[in-house]
């Protein structure tokens, strides 16, 4: 894979993602949260990697994005961080950990980056969070926005559901698109937005929009890895291409494995490890027995 910014084995940093924009070159972003898989995302070319609080529903087994920590999240970024070596790397900030004061999200905005050794941090919501986005971005902390639906605060936008479709509500999100702009955001991700309010976003704004659920008019698109994949044979909003069957894969892997271990196939010969003969003559007379084996 020779596109986007594959070519080159050094570190993707923020200018390459800016003159991706400005080239009209798509920008390819996934969500990851382990070593290995990070890895292999790394390898397949992908520009960057969200550390997502998706990390909370899609790996841990919460109902939602909410419960997840700060201390959760830093966890796994640090895995995911491990496990690249190009890619550029995002920590999502997890509900609770910017809500509160400025100074509070400063201070966890700086955890994660200092800790998880990320290149950026994301989080929710638009004009109100301005002023925090600005003071991050001062701490020395690049912020990518999320905007349209915001999972943390769904119950407020009534469920996970299409933003923007009135002419008020498309009018709002273009405002807050552009106060994340001006307070410094490097980046926006959209989310589950109409295609053209998406598309007119990505052109108005001078920052790249990754879209999830929001048209192929955007700057770049994001997936989380569990879904691209098809992890969950279940999961299949109208956003969503699967681009493989996992879950089928790993179900039947497993169930072959636990067939030839109930059969005693495996481990065979090939899977075994063999002492040879007169080491096991050598091992009976230390135990003094007399085996023919
Ligand atoms: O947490 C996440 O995975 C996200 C993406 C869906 C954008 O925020």
């Known amino acids: 894979m020779t596109s986007g910014t594959s070519g080159n084995n050094k570190r993707v940093e923020l200018g390459d993602l800016a003159t991706m924009k400005k080239a009209g070159q798509p920008i390819t972003m996934v969500t990851a949260y382990d070593a290995p898989t990070a890895r292999l995302v790394d390898q397949a070319g992908v520009d960057t990697i969200l550390v997502g609080d998706s990390l909370s529903n899609v790996v841990l087994g919460y109902e939602d994005t909410v419960p997840v920590t700060l201390d959760e999240m830093i966890h796994h970024i640090k895995a995911v961080r491990r496990g690249t070596k190009r890619v550029f790397v995002i920590g999502d900030m997890p509900f609770g950990s910017y809500n509160g004061s400025t100074d509070q999200a400063v201070a966890n905005a700086t955890r994660i980056l200092k800790e998880g050794r990320v290149a950026a941090v994301k989080l929710e919501g638009g004009g109100p969070m301005a002023d925090k ?137 090939e899977h075994s490890f063999h002492m040879p003969d007169e080491i096991w003559k050598a091992l009976q007379g230390e135990l003094g027995e007399d085996s023919e084996d």
Do not use: W
Not at 241 to 254: E, F, N, S, T
């Open 133 to 269: 986005v600005r003071a991050i971005v001062e701490a020395g902390v690049p912020v990518c926005g999320h905007l349209g639906l915001t999972p943390q605060t769904a119950s407020m936008q009534g469920g996970y559901r299409v933003q923007g479709r009135s002419a008020k509500a498309a009018r709002q999100m273009v405002e807050d698109a552009m106060a994340l702009q001006e307070a410094g955001a490097f980046m926006l991700v959209l989310e589950m937005v109409p295609k053209r309010l998406a598309e007119f976003i990505s052109a108005k704004l001078q920052i790249p929009v990754i879209g999830i659920g929001a048209g192929n008019g955007c700057d770049g698109q994001v997936l989380v890895i569990h879904d691209l994949l098809g992890v969950d044979p279940n999961f299949h909003p109208k956003f969503l291409k699967r681009y493989a069957d996992l879950g089928q894969v790993i179900h039947k892997a497993v169930g072959e494995y636990c067939t030839e271990v109930r059969a005693r196939k495996f481990p065979n010969e």
